[in-house]
C-alpha cells in the first residue's frame, strides 16, 4: 500500500494549491468587487476534486493499516495520540471538509450575483480548508507528524 500512502501524501500538496487559490480568488473578487471568472470556478471545483481522491486514497489506507481495527477498540485508544488521530480524528475532520466542499459547489452554482458567489466560497470553502489545515499530519505535529514529502 505503500504507493497509495505516496499518493495520498502528494494529492495533499494540489489540494494546498488549488485551495489557496480558490480562497484567494474569493478575497480578491469581494474587494474589488470583480465578476465571477472561469478562474474561480475551476480553482474550485480542482480543490473539490482533489479531495474526492483523497477520501477514496484514505479509505483504502484506513481499512489496509489497521486503523479501522483502532476504531473498533477506540475506547482503549482514547489516551494516545496516534492511534486516536489516525483511528478517528483525521478521517472525521477531512469528511466534514469533504461535505462543506462538495456543497460550497452547490450553493456557489446557485446564487446569482458575483458578490454572493465570492462571500459563499468564502464561507464553504475557507472553513473546509481551515479544517483540513487542522487535520493534516505536519511534521511538526508532536507524536503524529509524517514528513513534508514522502518519495517511498
Ligand atoms: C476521509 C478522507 C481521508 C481518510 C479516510 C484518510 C486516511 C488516512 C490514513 C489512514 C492515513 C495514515 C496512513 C498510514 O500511514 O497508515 C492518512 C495519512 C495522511 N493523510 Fe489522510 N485521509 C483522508 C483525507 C485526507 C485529506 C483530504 C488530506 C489532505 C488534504 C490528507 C492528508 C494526509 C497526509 C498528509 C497523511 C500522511 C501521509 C504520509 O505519511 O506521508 N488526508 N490519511
Do not use: C
Not at 57 to 84: A, C, E, V
Not at 108 to 116: A, F, I, L, N, Q
Amino acid at each position: 500500500m505503500s504507493i497509495i500512502l505516496v499518493l495520498h501524501d502528494w494529492v495533499r500538496w494540489l489540494i494546498m494549491v488549488f485551495a489557496l487559490l480558490t480562497v484567494l480568488t474569493a478575497f480578491t473578487g469581494l474587494l474589488k468587487n470583480s465578476p465571477y471568472t472561469k478562474f474561480a470556478n475551476i480553482s474550485n471545483l480542482l480543490f473539490m476534486i482533489g479531495m474526492d481522491i483523497q477520501v477514496v486514497f484514505g479509505f483504502i489506507l484506513y481499512f489496509n493499516n489497521g486503523w479501522f481495527d483502532i476504531l473498533k477498540h477506540i475506547g482503549s485508544f482514547m489516551g494516545q495520540t496516534m492511534p486516536r488521530f489516525f483511528g478517528l480524528e483525521h478521517w472525521l475532520m477531512m469528511i466534514i471538509a469533504w461535505v462543506l466542499v462538495h456543497s460550497g459547489r452547490t450553493v456557489v452554482k446557485r446564487v446569482v450575483t458575483p458578490h454572493e458567489k465570492y462571500k459563499k466560497t468564502l464561507i464553504y470553502f475557507g472553513i473546509a480548508l481551515l479544517i483540513i489545515l487542522i487535520a493534516i499530519p505536519w511534521p511538526f505535529r508532536t507524536a503524529l507528524g509524517r514528513p513534508w514529502i514522502r518519495w517511498f
